[in-house]
């Protein structure tokens, strides 16, 4: 059985920065392409970042600059430095991977609470 599991959410101040850790556990042959979501209260789930099998990243506009993503096959884990953080980076963070053979799986989330 496949699971995802986030950490590193937590309550910072405006212009802090935070790391999502996701790891991926169970039996897994390869994963494709890693992400990164986020859903705010009231809005719908949106993308933050990818990561390709090779490390290339693709960022929505949002995150560029601020954010940074990354992984490791080695141990099936990503994570996204998040830097600069603001009030409108609020949010349930979801990691999501693409798993060869098995499909996509998502993480339960991980709260980021950017507040003064």
């Known amino acids: 059985q496949v699971q995802l599991m986030e950490s590193g959410g937590g309550l910072v101040q405006p212009g802090e920065s935070l790391t999502l850790s996701c790891t991926v556990s169970?039996?897994?042959?390869?994963?494709?392409?890693m992400g990164w979501y986020r859903q705010a209260p009231g809005k719908q789930r949106e993308l933050v970042a990818t990561?390709?099998?090779?490390?290339?990243?693709n960022y929505v506009d949002f995150a560029k600059g601020r954010f940074t993503i990354s992984r490791d096959n080695a141990k099936n884990t990503i994570d996204l430095q998040m830097n600069s953080l603001q009030p409108e980076d609020t949010a349930v963070y979801y990691c999501?991977?693409?798993?060869?053979?098995?499909?996509?799986?998502w993480g339960q989330g991980t709260q980021v609470t950017v507040s003064s």
């Open positions: 169970g039996s897994v042959f390869k994963i494709n392409v």
């Open positions: 990561i390709d099998t090779v490390g290339r990243p």
């Open positions: 999501n991977a693409d798993i060869m053979y098995r499909g996509d799986y």
